[in-house]
């Protein structure tokens, strides 16, 4: 198959990724590669952290494979077994990569293509520790019991994508000390993301007023006040999902309701049914989204009541 570089964007001396040589991916190996989202400026911002708790100091990350053995170059956001991939606009697409690694953006298409896709790859050696490390021979490392520097990649909202969070990684050892269990020594480890914000957002809200009187058919202007908290995304993508009622609506009921989107100012008809005695009930619902693609919901009411006592 032939593969048709269109374009490139090179952030530092950033290169593709070649076929990974196979790794002895072991179970236990005690290295995690933690990895998270967030919005940010109006684009999803996927993290990522390598705790190193083995005996072996890491010389080398390779994020994004797709799985083990399933490794193309140039491919590493693929997203399932047939490699599927992340279109996302090259343009918009930005890669930070962890200390002292580059990062390549580049758009290619297989033969079997219909049409190009993006390809964002991060490699290279890491050497900002928690605590910092010595040098050694000059060059830099992830020693044993200590963290990565935090490594982001920015999407556009839209093109996000679960496969951000649930890829692999491959890492090198430099060292002897860390062994199979057949006793023999470790170089190279392939390890699956950990998602580590697993939480979705506490979400509430109120609206004003909350009920509507006198029921005169005439629209009243309802604003939402939300409050939103996420243990890592501090701004988690809001969207009025839906208004609906406890009977039934006329045309005109629910107006300026933008649904799917942050809208928190519409209007509703001060109306109810004469012969119910519960008077009508507005049941307004948000969500709250974040990075993670964890998602919470809330509803509140508002009501057109039958009389005044009631």
Known sequence: MTIQFLRQILLGNAFLIAICAASQAI?????????????????IVYRYQIENNSAST?????LGLNSPGKELPGKPWSLNFAYSDVPVPL??????????????IAVFQFDYMPE?????????????????PKVLSGAHYIRPGTRS??????????YQSPGYLTSFGEVSLLDNNT???DGTIVTDAVIPFTQVDVTPPALSFTLSPGMLWPPNDKLVAINAT???????DPEPEIKLESITASEPLAAGDIQDAQLGTDDRDFYLAAKRAGNNQAGRIYTVTY???????????????VSVAHDQGK
């Open 27 to 43: 179970a236990g190996v005690p290295i995690k590669i933690n990895a998270w989202g967030i919005h940010q400026g109006g684009q």
């Open 58 to 62: 890491i010389y080398q990350a390779d």
């Open 91 to 104: 343009d918009a697409a930005y890669c930070k990569p962890f200390y002292f690694m580059d990062c390549t």
């Open 116 to 132: 190009p896709k993006t390809n964002i790859s991060m490699r290279g050696v890491e050497n900002n520790m928690i605590p910092p």
């Open 149 to 158: 520097s935090v490594a982001e990649i920015y999407i556009p909202i839209g």
């Open 179 to 181: 062994r199979n269990p």
């Open 226 to 232: 939300i409050a939103v908290h996420d243990d890592y």
């Open 287 to 301: 969500s709250a989204t974040d990075g993670s693609g964890n998602k919470a919901t809330a509803s509140a009411t």
